[in-house]
């Protein structure tokens, strides 16, 4: 992982859904005033109720210079290169961005919610499954609800009871963010050989297009890392294939159910209408398809009519019945 990607997210004070008045109000000051250590904490201590604690106050301070928001210079406290240039924008948009070029973890759980609403302990099941290396505890939700509440302070996301969803402008970064953190640099925990796995081998290669490497680890992640095919489980050797096409409906890039995990060979023949899946994922292949391909034949054709291993509700019946109506021999 490049090292100014981080696993832990920390809160700030002042609530849930104000992490980022929070954060205004330091970097104000910090600009403002330039302070040492002693009155960063000093202010703090007179800017929250209840707070009082050096450790806790420093864990923030430490975490905001570890993004870049702060920086120190001979006990001075400034602004960092991320602070400068989310000051400068002042918009939602640019923080976003930092925030996701440097914590791990934040874009994926925004697909995830785009899929539909989670609770604490189900975003924490998808943060892990997703990013194993982030570490934490399973069943931990701590960690998970640190992330649900920057993004709520952003106006990214709504809690409702006991689940959080995506709001109306969570929901229109998910719908851009698939194609504009195509090159985002993410490198996920080792493979089983101690190799690692840069985020740029996880390109869909079909039509010479790429993906963000979070959605595609999301995507992965929800078909269990196995194209239900072929049965190949490797990642290197999984793309991200489209039920209805990247081409042809961009609006659908990004949704989850749209989506579904296949080998490079099986995403290519799909593509190209050799097979496909009906409304209760069977198996249906192309007639005029024929092969001296041993794999091809015992993956593709003698599994004609089969069902085919799909999570349930997976996919939309509705782009699954589009996407087959456009095919003459179906």
Request: net charge negative; glycine share 6%; charged share 25%.
């Given at each position: 992982?490049?090292?100014?990607r981080?696993r832990s997210?920390?809160p ?8 980022v ?13 330039h302070?040492t ?19 806790s106050i420093?864990?923030r301070?430490?975490?905001l210079?570890r993004?870049g928001?702060?920086d ?18 002042g ?5 976003l ?18 899929a ?18 982030l ?17 709520r302070?952003?106006?990214?996301v ?5 689940e ?8 229109q ?12 640099e ?5 493979d ?22 979070e ?24 793309d991200v294939a489209?039920?209805l ?9 990004a949704d ?25 994922y ?18 593709i ?11 349930e ?5 509705e782009?699954?019945a ?9």
């Amino acid at each position: 992982m490049p090292p100014d990607r981080l696993r832990s997210i920390v809160p700030m004070f002042g609530g849930g859904d104000h992490y980022v008045e929070t954060l205004d109000a330091i970097l104000d000051f910090v600009k403002t005033h330039h302070p040492t250590t002693e009155e960063l904490v000093g202010w703090h201590r007179g800017a929250f109720a209840n707070v009082a604690s050096r450790d806790s106050i420093m864990r923030r301070v430490k975490y905001l210079h570890r993004v870049g928001f702060l920086d120190e210079t001979d006990d001075r406290w400034g602004l960092g290169d991320a602070g400068q240039e989310y000051r400068a924008a002042g918009d939602i948009s640019t923080l976003l961005r930092i925030m996701c070029d440097r914590n791990v973890g934040l874009r994926s759980l925004m697909y995830a919610l785009a899929a539909g609403p989670m609770t604490l302990s189900e975003v924490s099941e998808q943060q892990l499954d997703t990013h194993p290396e982030l570490g934490w505890s399973e069943g931990e939700t701590d960690m998970a609800k640190q992330r649900v509440n920057w993004l709520r302070s952003m106006g990214l996301v709504e809690q409702h009871g006991d689940e959080y969803q995506l709001s109306a402008d969570g929901r229109q970064f998910v719908e851009s963010a698939v194609t504009e953190w195509a090159d985002s640099e993410w490198t996920p925990s080792v493979d089983a050989s101690g190799t690692a796995m840069h985020a740029g081998m996880y390109e869909a290669t079909t039509h010479a297009r790429s993906v963000d490497p979070e959605f595609r680890a999301t995507v992965l992640s929800r078909h269990d890392r196995t194209c239900p095919i072929s049965g190949v489980d490797h990642p290197w050797l999984l793309d991200v294939a489209h039920v209805l096409s990247w081409s042809d409906y961009p609006d659908h890039r990004a949704d989850l159910s749209n989506v579904l995990a296949l080998s490079k060979t099986h995403h290519a023949a799909f593509d190209r209408e050799l097979f496909t899946i009906d409304r209760d994922y069977r198996l249906r292949v192309n007639p005029e398809f024929e092969t001296e391909s041993d794999v091809l034949q015992r993956t593709i054709i003698d599994r004609a009519g089969e069902r085919v291993s799909i999570p349930e509700e997976s996919l939309k019946p509705e782009y699954v019945a589009q996407h087959n109506a456009a095919l003459e021999w179906v």
